[in-house]
């Protein structure tokens, strides 16, 4: 658990900022104990206010994906900082990026870059609506876009899938032009499309759901969407925020071989710096204002500090031909953990797409939706977390969130993670009796 001087710190944060925390997975409610207070970050290992290191597969949530302070990374903010940090007018960097982005991704012709992935699904769904003159959007339950008004939803009761606020704040009329549907459903989506769907803006999907265990879904289901929405003449937008630049360099547009018509992405395009971004068909993208009507803005979007740091991130992942390298390592982290797992005094198995990974604690299949995932797997989960953050080992702090595989993670750090899990298991057999 945390040492003196994160316990310390804690304290302080909670007097000035609610919970002590700006984001409140942060602060360790669904695992208990005082959240870590980190200090530095070294490839694939943190170090915290105590001085203690701990080995990483966190990876600030996914941005990370070269792992903590890349010399070259580091050297490209320094230079973009040293001409300022920002100039609320065009720059070169943000064209530089653009076309890095327009050229990975299958079908982008234009981009805007905000400063998070909450901007980029909020102005996405924004943009389709108003290309589409539609109001009504559709998202699954277990897949999270961030906490725009519109998205913090979930699914009502009965047999109309009306969404309701999943948060306080958001005013039901809102929510009400949400429909929430399962994942892995066909007969859902043919039913909501045959009552609303010349209705339908746009459906939002995490392609690879990553926020809610790792729920991967059937090719066929995603090919489904895909014919759906065209047919209906809705959008169809992949939330990238997680996958894109990540499970390939397409992210899962290339991966399935899907193109969507609008696209969002955040974490990795910014290289630890705060961006995001949506795109698509020209023909789409310019309905934004300046050219077109649907208003969209930011200050400090296209920050050339940020910009620097994403062309660099990009552009190493290209070079150190990351993807093969990434799924080679998810590939050992498989191996690595089969005998722990073997072992479990439970059922453990693990689900992995690339370098995202998940412990799906339950029997028989992995889930695909969200309430196929058993109730109970978080009581466990908190042990095994502890039990790991004892042995120098990082893990989300939630029994729903995924781990991430970095380029700086070498197969040794996976050895030392089946290592620790092997005898927190055992620990745990034991407690069990
Ligand atoms: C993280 C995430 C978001 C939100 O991005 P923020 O930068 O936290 O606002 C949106 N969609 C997906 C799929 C995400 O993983």
């Known amino acids: 658990s945390a040492g003196p001087r994160s316990r310390a710190l804690f304290e302080r944060a909670k007097a000035v900022i609610p919970g002590g925390v700006n984001s409140p997975v942060r602060a360790y409610r669904a695992v208990g104990g005082t959240p870590l207070f980190l200090a530095k970050g070294e490839g694939a290992h943190f170090e915290d206010a105590d ?40 720059c070169a960097g943000e064209i530089d990026l653009a ?106 999907v995490e392609p690879v759901p990553a926020n809610n265990g790792l729920l991967l879904q059937r090719l066929e289901f995603l090919r489904h969407l895909r014919a759906l929405t065209a047919r209906a003449g809705a959008l169809l937008i ?19 071989g899907i193109t969507p ?23 789409l993208m310019r309905h934004l204002a300046p050219e077109g009507d649907v208003y969209q803005a930011g200050t400090l979007s296209g920050n050339p500090v940020a910009m620097a740091a994403g062309i660099a991130t990009l552009g190493i992942l290209e070079r150190e031909r990351a993807w093969e390298e990434l799924e080679e390592l998810g590939g050992y982290l498989e191996q690595a953990l089969a005998p722990a797992f073997a072992a479990a005094p439970f059922p453990v198995q693990l689900v992995r797409q690339g370098s995202l990974f998940w412990m799906s604690l339950q029997a028989g299949a992995p889930p695909r939706r969200a309430d196929a995932i058993a109730s109970g797997a978080a009581a466990l989960y908190k042990a095994i977390f502890h039990g790991l953050l004892a042995r120098g080992i990082a893990l989300a702090p939630s029994a729903y969130e995924v781990g991430f595989l970095s380029l700086a993670h070498r197969p040794e750090h996976l050895d030392q993670l089946a290592k620790a899990l092997g005898e927190v298991f055992a620990e745990l057999a034991g407690e069990r009796g």
Do not use: N
């Open 261 to 283: 018509d609008l696209a969002t992405f955040g974490k990795i395009l910014g290289g630890g710096m705060p961006v995001g971004a949506f795109g698509g068909r020209r023909e």
């Open 99 to 204: 076309e890095a982005v327009v050229a990975r991704y299958p079908g982008l012709e234009q981009v805007r870059f905000v400063s998070s992935g909450t901007e980029a699904t909020m102005s996405a769904i924004r943009l389709a609506r108003g290309a589409t003159g539609r109001d009504l959007i559709v998202k699954f339950a277990g897949c999270y876009h961030g906490h725009a008004d519109h998205l913090l939803v979930s699914a009502g009761s009965g047999l109309v899938t009306f969404g309701r606020p999943s948060s306080a704040g958001v005013p039901a009329p809102f929510a009400e032009l949400t429909r929430v549907l399962p994942l892995d459903d066909e007969a859902a989506l043919d039913a909501l499309f045959a009552a609303e769907g010349s209705r339908i803006a746009t459906v939002i």
């Open 51 to 90: 001085g203690r290191r701990y080995l990483d597969f966190v990876c600030s949530w996914g941005p990370l994906i070269l792992g903590h302070a890349h010399p070259e990374v580091l050297a490209a903010v320094a230079a973009a900082a040293g001409s300022g940090m920002t100039f609320g007018a065009p």
């Open 238 to 256: 992949f939330d990238e925020v997680i996958s894109g630049f990540r499970v390939a360099r397409g992210g899962a547009a290339e991966l399935y």
